[in-house]
C-alpha cells in the first residue's frame, strides 16, 4: 500500500545524507542554488514573505523588500541544509563556529535554583542555537516542539534533537512535567514566536496586534522562574553569535490576568529589536498576522 509518509521520509533521509558528505562551511553554496530555485521556479509562500514585509517595513521600497525576500529565502535554506548536517557535527565543531555574549548570566542565574525558561525565536539558526546552548551550559535543555504531519519526519528531528543531551517533549505535554523541570533546576527552551489562537492573546509585533501562547510566561510566573531570551544570528562568514537578554519580572500589572500579556510583549520587544536589525534572517514564510 502507498504510504506518502513512507516516500517522503526516503527522499528526506536521501537528501540529508548528500548534505552530510557536504562539509558544513560549504553549505552556503549549496543554499544559493536551492533559494534561486524557490523564489523564482517555486516560489512557495513568496507573497507570504513579502505582505509581512510589507507590513513590518512600510517605509521600505519595493526593490528593497524584493531584495529582502530573496535574502529571506537564502537564509532558510542555509538553515536547513545546515539542520541536516548537525548530527554528523561535534561538540567541538558547534563550540568553533559559535559564540555566546552573556554565557555568564545565564549561568548566575541558573545558579539560582529555580530552573529557566529559555525563549528563542525562528530566527538565525534556531535548532543549531538548541544544540549549541544545551553543549555549552553542559546541561539537558527540555524543548516544547509542535507535532509534525509525517511521524517519520518527527522521529528524525527528535533524534537530531536529544543526539547531543537534550529533550524533546511535544507541545500540550502535562504543566506539572514543566513545573518539575523548573523545580529541579531545569532549564525549558521555547520557540515562542509561533502565531496564536484566533481568539487567543493579542500583544504588539511592528506596530501590529499579534496573536501569541501566553502558556510560558504563565509558568514563569507561577514558578517565579527566570526567563532569557536567546537567538542565534548567523554572520557575514557564516559563524554564528548568540545573544541573550532578561526578560525581567519586575514592574508587572497588578492585574494577575495582565501579568502574561506583558511579559510577552517584552519578549516579542527584544525579538523586534533583532529582526529591524538583521531583518533577512526572522522567518517570514510564517504567516503571524492571518488573522
Excluded at 83 to 92: E, V
Excluded at 123 to 143: C, D, P
Amino acid at each position: 500500500m502507498f504510504n506518502k509518509n513512507k516516500y517522503e521520509f526516503f527522499f528526506f533521509r536521501l537528501f540529508a545524507k548528500l548534505i552530510t558528505l557536504i562539509s558544513f562551511e560549504r553549505i552556503k553554496y549549496i543554499a544559493k542554488p536551492l533559494a534561486l530555485l524557490f523564489y523564482y521556479v517555486i516560489p512557495i509562500r513568496k507573497k507570504i514573505v513579502i505582505t509581512n514585509l510589507s507590513l513590518a517595513f512600510p517605509e521600505y521600497s519595493k526593490k528593497r523588500i524584493e531584495q529582502i525576500t530573496f535574502e529571506n529565502y537564502y537564509n532558510f535554506a542555509c538553515t536547513f541544509l545546515e539542520m541536516l548536517s548537525i548530527p554528523s557535527l561535534t561538540n567541538a565543531y558547534i563550540n568553533s563556529i559559535a559564540e555566546c555574549d552573556r554565557l555568564d548570566l545565564i549561568n548566575e542565574t541558573l545558579s539560582k535554583g529555580k530552573g529557566m525558561i529559555l525563549f528563542t525565536a525562528h530566527f538565525g539558526n534556531w535548532e543549531l542555537g538548541a544544540v549549541y546552548y544545551g553543549i555549552i551550559l553542559e546541561k539537558q535543555i527540555t524543548i516544547l516542539a509542535k507535532r509534525q504531519r509525517n511521524r517519520f519526519v518527527a522521529n528524525w528531528l527528535k533524534s537530531m534533537r536529544e543526539k547531543f543531551g537534550n529533550r524533546e517533549i511535544m507541545l500540550g505535554v502535562s504543566v506539572r512535567e514543566l513545573f518539575r523541570t523548573l523545580n529541579g533546576g531545569g532549564i525549558i527552551g521555547i520557540v515562542g514566536d509561533q502565531r496564536g489562537p484566533r481568539k487567543g492573546m493579542r500583544v504588539n509585533f511592528f506596530n501590529r496586534p499579534t496573536a501569541v501562547f501566553p502558556g510560558a510566561a504563565s509558568i514563569a510566573i507561577k514558578n517565579n522562574s527566570p526567563i532569557m531570551v536567546v537567538v542565534m544570528e548567523r554572520q557575514p562568514d557564516h559563524s554564528f553569535k548568540t545573544y541573550v537578554e532578561e526578560i525581567p519580572l519586575t514592574n508587572l500589572p497588578e492585574d494577575k490576568s495582565d501579568k502574561p500579556r506583558e511579559i510577552i510583549q517584552r519578549y516579542m520587544t527584544i525579538l523586534e529589536n533583532h529582526v529591524r536589525r538583521s531583518p533577512a534572517q526572522w522567518f517570514w514564510m510564517h504567516n503571524i498576522w492571518k488573522y
